[in-house]
């Protein structure tokens, strides 16, 4: 094979070769690390190697004239996941009064699939597809293996498409169908459409990665199956060698950095921040205060004269001071206190600690130390929106035993109850007073990534939410928003739409006025049967539509499945997102089914299937892996009778999202989180309503299988 110059392939084996004359001293395999793209891979081209299961990862990396900006998901050991943004240096966006010297942006969706571990014979086998989805520019589906020899893991694989793109054979797949032996043309973006997919001649690439005596260093080298001949947009590169090279050193367990060097011309610059999100222990919690110490009557090892009726019985229990420090302590906000017969009822609901167990943990230590002893069972009922969601109830003997290590956490989840609340004759000991009202400020952010008129568009906000209650299960609830600094004067830009502008007027809701009402509603709740929950609502529902709804969920206690039907009828709002209303209205809604699979590895899958905003109808498709910790890794489309060409550029809605409790980076428990929705294109086609309440996250505590994933933490 022809090279314009060999000198880069030389320095390449000439630095291989001192590399392996060291590999007695370094035994141990490589850790996978960044490719270019973000996937786990070499320089231009991926293995067969997957990350930690867990795993989020923002890389940046630039090779002239692209630079790359990838965010990859790892939500199961076998499947990889990424999507980014490419800024080519060379290309304009558009016009320039719209998009100014704003180099072009192309959006891509790529993942990757185990098909086979390694053996001690045989390599990882992985089968990847990228730039699914979108316009096609970069995209290529490829077939590799790797296989691990002491400090080398050496990947050999096929592609077509860009990363086969020089066309070592023929494809083999023409001989069933000739129309596999050319590789059609790119598509509008967002498009799924198979016509090139599989299709064109096929390239070869491979290459090693060899870990040096010095821990933090990983030198790869690369065979690239791109020749640079036929680049997106006409963007062809001179390439002096297919030999890739690069040292990639290990800053941090956090941080990667890569310098190489590409097409035997072209410097590489590439940086990886990686975090596990799912897998790393929770910040220590230094503002949390310390639980209870069980001072009651079980405090130690029972006595013969503790067998006698004490004198804690004959006194009046202070029940202010019990839901003080069951509120203060615990973060259990009490509503009510009874008594049936030897068990003792709490009714109210965990507002600070995440993990449900370690909340009734510390509410059974202050229960044990300010109630007699012939209380023998501690009942917790959780109610959400004013509704009794579900109770725990926990034996007394038995939690004393495992927090003094005379019984294991086994021997105390055999003896807590996770049921559905039922109705019960009892004697109400305490009620708190009813506060009606509740409010705050907070800074919010807002943003729009990828649009001509400018790469990130952002808005810094002061809001302030208030809530009043009439009754438990009946409150208005309101929202104001101020500008505090954005760079909306770039933002010119209205996405063409042949549907009813129920989404696209994003422009207009977000310049019209510095100050705003995103939402302002009447909202009324209640438990309809033992496992039948409803909600109705009126008022400006969301920041582009007001009008009126309702909920219905049946979610069956400690089922996987649930299944809900929400019917709304709503009319766009002003630009201003004051009181004012357009022209436009629509009736919408939809029938949710929702399905929990697997024991170890909890995936969470829903069809929502109804109107939506333009009239369309339809089905939205939603999967989201989660984890122990709650880390969420979720993706979502949207197909409805809207054809192709109306819907417009994206052909469909779809999307992106994690989320992450933020009781895992503060020093503070809370049962907050982020969350994070990548959604690269804003269109009519396929929208939902944005409602402020839904039932089945409200219903949470239904789930049995967080309760017991994270029950240890109930000595916490």
Known sequence: MHFRSTRPASIAMTLLALSLSAAIHAQEAP?????DWGVIGLLQTPTARM???????????????????????????????????????????????????QNYKDKSIDFKLRLWEETRWTPQLAFGMR????????????????????????????????????????????????????????????SFSTSAMFRGPVGIFGGISYQTPWEPLLLKVEYDGNDYKREPQRNNQRQDSPINVAAVYTATKNIQLALGLERGNTALFAITFRGNPAHTPPMPKIFDPAPESLTGPRASAPTPDMLQPSAQEETTVDWDDVARRLRVNAGFRVNEISRAGKELIVTGQQARYYYQAQGIGRSARILH????????????????LGMKVAQTSIERDTFVDRIQN????????????????????????????????????????GQNLGGPDGFILYQVSANYSASYFLARNFWATGTVRANVINNYDKFKYDAPSRLQRVRTDLRQYMTESDVTMPNLQLT???KLGNDVYGMAYAGYLEWMYAGVGGEVLYRPMGERWAIGTNINWVRQRDYDQGFGLRDYSVATGHTTLYYAFGRDERVLASVSAGRYLAGDWGATFDVARIFDNGVTMGAYFTKTNVSSREFGEGSFDKGIYFSIPFDSVLPRSTRGSANILWQPLTRDGGAMLGRKYALYPATSERNSWFLQRNFDKIAD
């Open 31 to 35: 850790p996978p690390t960044a490719s």
């Open 51 to 101: 990350a930690e299961q867990g795993d989020i990862a923002f890389t940046a990396s630039h090779t002239s004239p692209y630079s790359r900006y990838n965010v990859t998901m790892q939500p199961f050991p076998w499947l990889e996941g990424a999507f980014r943004y490419m800024s080519v240096a060379n290309r304009r966006y558009g016009s320039e009064w719209l998009s100014g010297d």
């Open 131 to 190: 730039d699914v989805g979108g316009t096609g520019l970069f995209s290529s589906e490829y077939l590799v293996a790797s296989k691990n020899v002491g400090p080398i893991d050496a990947s050999l694989g096929i592609a077509t498409g860009y990363i086969g793109n020089r066309g070592d054979f023929a494809n083999p797949l023409r001989h069933l169908d000739d129309r596999f032996e050319t590789r059609g043309g790119t598509g509008s973006w967002g």
């Open 369 to 384: 130390n300010s109630t007699p002893k012939t209380i023998e069972w501690f009942t917790f009922v959780d109610e959400r």
């Open 406 to 445: 005379r019984a294991s956490t086994e021997d105390l989840r055999l003896a807590t109850e996770l049921s559905a609340p039922v109705d019960r004759n009892s004697e109400l000991l305490y009620k708190a007073p009813f506060q009606r009202f509740g409010g705050g400020f907070n800074i919010g952010y």
């Open 524 to 526: 009324a709740s209640a």
